[in-house]
């Protein structure tokens, strides 16, 4: 791992532990869009120390694309969250080892 990939995991990594207290008294729908703010950050740190696959990418425009709607319209982004959950427990299942 390139020291900018390990710093950006450990900047990732405590920025979630250290939200975890806050995402004990917040809204549900607004911890899920700071996991996936984590998530996005992981894909950004890994595609600039070029690894890039293409799921994770369009994942992450989608995410950009998306993610306002967890306060503007929290429906709408619960369904936006299953949607995303589903394509990637698909894509996962894809990428085992047969």
């Known amino acids: 791992m ?16 250290t939200a975890a207290p806050v995402v004990l008294s917040e809204l549900p729908v607004l911890g ?9 950050t992981i894909i950004l740190a890994l595609e600039e120390n070029g690894f890039v696959d293409d ?12 993610s306002t709607l967890a306060m503007s319209d929290p429906a709408a982004f619960r369904r936006w ?7 990637f427990t698909a894509e996962a299942a894809t990428r085992q080892p047969t």
Do not use: H, I, P, Y
């Open 32 to 40: 899920a869009a700071r996991m996936l703010f984590a998530v996005k």
């Open 55 to 66: 799921f994770l990418r369009q994942a992450r425009v989608d995410f950009d694309r998306e």
């Open 2 to 17: 390139t020291k900018s990939l390990n710093s950006d995991m450990f900047d990732t990594v405590a920025s979630m532990v």
């Open 81 to 87: 969250v299953g949607e995303l959950s589903a394509r």
